[in-house]
Every structure is written in structure tokens, then in C-alpha cells.
């Protein structure tokens, strides 16, 4: 099959990328110049495990390709999928669907023969029906099926979630696509069992710890909010979770200040962690922003070190202390916080952490180590939701 992938960010490049070591002929479109240059040399502009080498061989055995221009990769393409940003726009919290619409219609003037025109990116409900309009009024003629297949990849496991998903969602209504899947009617019910059957919202997902943050999951809830504002049919529960979440972020700065005596003036702080979560560069909505932001504000200083985002936490937090190791950011620190659960932590030297440290104050805020192997060491430990362990 020969593919076209909009958009070169994590989704349409994990996308694209593992759709060539299936065997297919991809190419990945970007408007960035300099992108797609660096993509061609085997550079990526994210991390994710595992990427870097996937890209580099489909390179060189001629399946994965990368070009500015989108004309000929869809007059060509078999299926077009719709990879780029969907951003929360500004002002109002609406997902910013420009970027969708805009390729819809640049894809519409390029097709050729029958096409499958997919969108990949995470959109609002009626989306694909707007695509499918703007296809129509372009290319009234067009050969052109619109397919919704959300995607549901893990930052940090991109890679197995696209070639071991655990449930893969496509939806269509045209007749010629059945071979692709039947078509459906909504059912509250299934769609209940359906999220039960997504292991992101299964028990290893339902840890204390110092609120959620991504680039998916705030960005979509909050547009979720806002369509329901729209049709006056609030969503007070997701609207309340929001609130809450964003209240946890900071309430996490209230409880490093507490561990150290209520004043955090003059003080140094040791961040572990700035991703949102481990094993990504991405730094969306992370919580370590919220949180070190309000140790800032109390007057503490900041040491922060992060095994892969710390090039994205620079212009975000510019008034902090970056260090090369876990060891140099809590050297000399009255407090150490563990707020991104890197495998890199859940191992440290604990003798030698204690011995570096001006004070053995270590406030885990996501349960990584054990109260009494902390306790065994001498740190004055902080955890979340433990009995015993504030």
C-alpha cells in the first residue's frame, strides 16, 4: 500500500514510520523544511524509544521517505492520513482544527483515483464530517472515502501501542469501505465497555501521584468542556477534574514547603524529573511546571535534571538550575522531589544520596520507593496518599 502522512510530530511519525516496517511505501509530508531535511539524515525532533533506528533502516530500504510538498505523495497514495496538530486554541479552549482543515483541502486538490482519506489526529466529535464537506466542495468529484482511526499512542511506547494495539478504532460510512469495518450506530452502553477495554484507564493508571498532564489528554478534555458548553449541556464532572488537576499541581509546591518547615526562602530544591512522564522528551502540560513555578514563588531555588526533556524545559523554566545527573541535582539540596518516575530513579544509591545532601528530605510524589527502606537510611520521607507518610 502506498501512504501519505500529513504532519511529521509524534503521532504521524511513529505512524509513518512503523506503517514502512510493515512493509508499505510511506511518505511523510511536513511544510518544515528544515524538518524534513533532518528527518532524511536519520535526525528525529522527538524522542521515543526505539524511533530513532525504526527510522533509519525504512530510510535505507527505500519504504519511508519525507517531502515538503504534498501533491505528488497523495496523487499517488493509496490512503492519506491527517498527522498534524490539534492544539487547544487560544482563548477559548477549543481543539484548533485549522491545521485539519487546511490539509483537507490541500489534500482534496491532489487526489487522484479512489482514496482513502483518513483522519489520525485526535479530533472533536463531527470532525470527519467536515473534512468530508471540504473534500466535496474542492474535488465535488473526488473518488474519496473519509475514515476516522483515532489514535491511542503512548508517549514512551508509541512504537508497540501502533503494532500490538489493544483495540483498533475505525469508522466510515461509506459502502465501499465494509472491507475496513461495518459500519455502527453509538450505543452508550458499548461505548462504556470500550473505554473499559483501554488498559491507559486500567489499574496501573489509578496512582496518587501530582496530577495528569501530556499533550493529548488536557488538550482533549478541555475541548470535550467547551462542545458540551456549546450544545448547553455542561460536563460538570470532566469540568471538575480539570479543576482539580490543575489545583494538584500546585498543591504539590504547599507540600514540599511543608516538608522542610513551611518556608522554603533560601532553600534549595532538587527536581527529578520534568516530562510529563517517563520515557518522552515532552514536556505539555507537565506537572513539574505547575510545581516548580510554586517553589519559585516561595522563594526556593530550583535544581532540576531530567535523563531527556531538559532541552524542552529550558524555555518553559528559565529561572531554574539544570544538572547532568540525579547525584549533582541533589548536591547540597535541602529537599529532593521525585515527580517523573524515570527507571533511573527507582534506583538510586540512598547512602549517597543521604551523604550529598545538605538535609535527607525526599518528597516522592510518585510512591516510588518504600516508607520503611527510607526510613531505614534516615530520610525524613514524604510520599502521597500513604497513611502515616504525608
Same mark, same amino acid.
Given at each position: /500500500?502506498?501512504?501519505? /502522512?500529513?504532519?511529521?510530530?509524534?503521532?504521524?511519525?511513529?505512524?509513518?514510520?512503523?506503517?514502512?516496517?510493515?512493509?508499505?511505501?510511506?511518505?511523510?509530508? !511536513?511544510? !518544515?523544511? %528544515?524538518?524534513?531535511?533532518?528527518?532524511?539524515?536519520?535526525?528525529?525532533?522527538?524522542?521515543?524509544?526505539?524511533?530513532?533506528?525504526?527510522? $533509519?533502516?525504512?530510510?535505507?530500504?527505500?519504504?519511508?521517505?519525507?517531502?515538503?510538498?504534498?501533491?505528488?505523495?497523495?496523487?499517488?497514495?493509496?490512503?492519506?492520513?491527517?498527522?498534524?496538530?490539534?492544539?487547544?486554541?487560544?482563548?477559548?479552549?477549543?481543539?484548533?482544527?485549522?491545521?485539519?482543515?487546511?490539509?483537507?483541502?490541500?489534500?482534496?486538490?491532489?487526489? @487522484?483515483?479512489?482514496?482513502?482519506?483518513?483522519? &489520525?489526529?485526535?479530533?472533536?466529535?463531527?470532525?470527519?464530517?467536515?473534512?468530508?464537506?471540504?473534500?466535496?466542495?474542492?474535488?465535488?468529484?473526488? %473518488?474519496?472515502?473519509?475514515?476516522?482511526?483515532?489514535?491511542?499512542?503512548?508517549?514512551?511506547?508509541?512504537?508497540?501501542?501502533?503494532?500490538?494495539? !489493544?483495540?483498533?478504532?475505525?469508522?466510515?460510512? %461509506?459502502?465501499?469501505?465494509?472491507?475496513?469495518?461495518? &459500519?455502527?450506530?453509538?450505543?452508550? $452502553?458499548?461505548?462504556?465497555?470500550?473505554?473499559?477495554?483501554?488498559?491507559?484507564?486500567?489499574?496501573?493508571?489509578?496512582?496518587?501521584?501530582?496530577?495528569?498532564?501530556?499533550?493529548?489528554?488536557?488538550?482533549?478534555?478541555?475541548?470535550? =468542556?467547551?462542545?458540551?458548553?456549546?450544545?448547553?449541556?455542561?460536563?460538570?464532572?470532566?469540568?471538575?477534574?480539570?479543576?482539580?488537576?490543575?489545583?494538584?499541581?500546585?498543591? /504539590?509546591?504547599?507540600?514540599?514547603?511543608?516538608?522542610?518547615?513551611?518556608?522554603?526562602?533560601?532553600?534549595?530544591?532538587?527536581?527529578?524529573?520534568?516530562?510529563?512522564?517517563?520515557?518522552?522528551?515532552? +514536556?505539555?502540560?507537565?506537572?513539574?511546571?505547575?510545581?516548580?513555578?510554586?517553589?519559585?514563588? +516561595?522563594?526556593?531555588?530550583?535544581?532540576?535534571?531530567?535523563?531527556?526533556?531538559?532541552?524542552?524545559?529550558?524555555?518553559?523554566?528559565?529561572?531554574?538550575?539544570?544538572?547532568?545527573?540525579?547525584?549533582?541535582?541533589?548536591?547540597?539540596?535541602?529537599?529532593?522531589?521525585?515527580?517523573? @518516575?524515570? @527507571? $533511573?530513579?527507582?534506583?538510586?544509591?540512598?547512602?549517597?544520596? &543521604?551523604? =550529598? /545532601?545538605?538535609?535527607?528530605?525526599?518528597?516522592?510524589?510518585?510512591?516510588?520507593?518504600?516508607?520503611?527502606?527510607?526510613?531505614?537510611?534516615?530520610?525524613?520521607?514524604?510520599?502521597?496518599?500513604?497513611?502515616?507518610?504525608?
Amino acid at each position: /500500500m502506498r501512504v501519505a /502522512m500529513i504532519g511529521t510530530g509524534y503521532v504521524g511519525l511513529v505512524s509513518g514510520a512503523c506503517f514502512a516496517d510493515f512493509g508499505h511505501h510511506v511518505i511523510c509530508v !511536513d511544510k !518544515d523544511a %528544515d524538518k524534513i531535511a533532518a528527518l532524511s539524515r536519520g535526525d528525529l525532533p522527538i524522542y521515543e524509544p526505539g524511533l530513532q533506528p525504526l527510522v $533509519q533502516s525504512n530510510v535505507r530500504e527505500g519504504r519511508l521517505r519525507f517531502a515538503t510538498g504534498l501533491a505528488a505523495p497523495v496523487s499517488e497514495a493509496d490512503a492519506v492520513f491527517i498527522a498534524v496538530g490539534t492544539p487547544s486554541r487560544r482563548g477559548d479552549g477549543h481543539a484548533d482544527l485549522s491545521y485539519v482543515y487546511a490539509a483537507a483541502r490541500e489534500i482534496a486538490a491532489a487526489l @487522484e483515483g479512489f482514496t482513502l482519506v483518513v483522519t &489520525k489526529s485526535t479530533v472533536p466529535v463531527g470532525t470527519g464530517d467536515e473534512v468530508e464537506r471540504i473534500i466535496r466542495e474542492v474535488r465535488p468529484q473526488a %473518488d474519496a472515502v473519509v475514515v476516522s482511526n483515532p489514535e491511542f499512542l503512548r508517549e514512551g511506547a508509541g512504537i508497540r501501542d501502533f503494532k500490538h494495539p !489493544d483495540r483498533i478504532v475505525v469508522g466510515t460510512e %461509506d459502502e465501499r469501505a465494509k472491507e475496513v469495518c461495518e &459500519k455502527v450506530g453509538a450505543d452508550v $452502553q458499548e461505548v462504556a465497555r470500550g473505554i473499559g477495554l483501554d488498559n491507559r484507564i486500567g489499574a496501573k493508571f489509578l496512582h496518587a501521584g501530582p496530577g495528569f498532564g501530556g499533550s493529548c489528554f488536557p488538550k482533549d478534555a478541555l475541548a470535550l =468542556i467547551k462542545t458540551g458548553q456549546d450544545h448547553e449541556a455542561p460536563l460538570r464532572i470532566v469540568e471538575t477534574i480539570m479543576a482539580v488537576n490543575d489545583q494538584r499541581k500546585r498543591a /504539590m509546591g504547599r507540600k514540599v514547603a511543608a516538608a522542610l518547615g513551611g518556608n522554603l526562602r533560601g532553600k534549595t530544591v532538587a527536581v527529578l524529573g520534568l516530562t510529563f512522564k517517563p520515557n518522552t522528551d515532552d +514536556m505539555r502540560e507537565a506537572p513539574a511546571i505547575a510545581l516548580i513555578t510554586a517553589l519559585r514563588d +516561595m522563594g526556593a531555588a530550583v535544581r532540576a535534571y531530567d535523563p531527556a526533556g531538559m532541552e524542552q524545559a529550558k524555555p518553559l523554566l528559565p529561572d531554574i538550575a539544570y544538572a547532568d545527573s540525579a547525584y549533582a541535582c541533589a548536591q547540597g539540596a535541602d529537599a529532593l522531589v521525585i515527580v517523573t @518516575e524515570w @527507571e $533511573q530513579f527507582r534506583a538510586l544509591d540512598l547512602a549517597r544520596l &543521604k551523604a =550529598i /545532601m545538605a538535609r535527607p528530605v525526599v518528597v516522592d510524589l510518585r510512591n516510588v520507593y518504600r516508607p520503611e527502606d527510607m526510613a531505614r537510611y534516615g530520610f525524613a520521607y514524604h510520599s502521597v496518599g500513604r497513611s502515616g507518610h504525608p
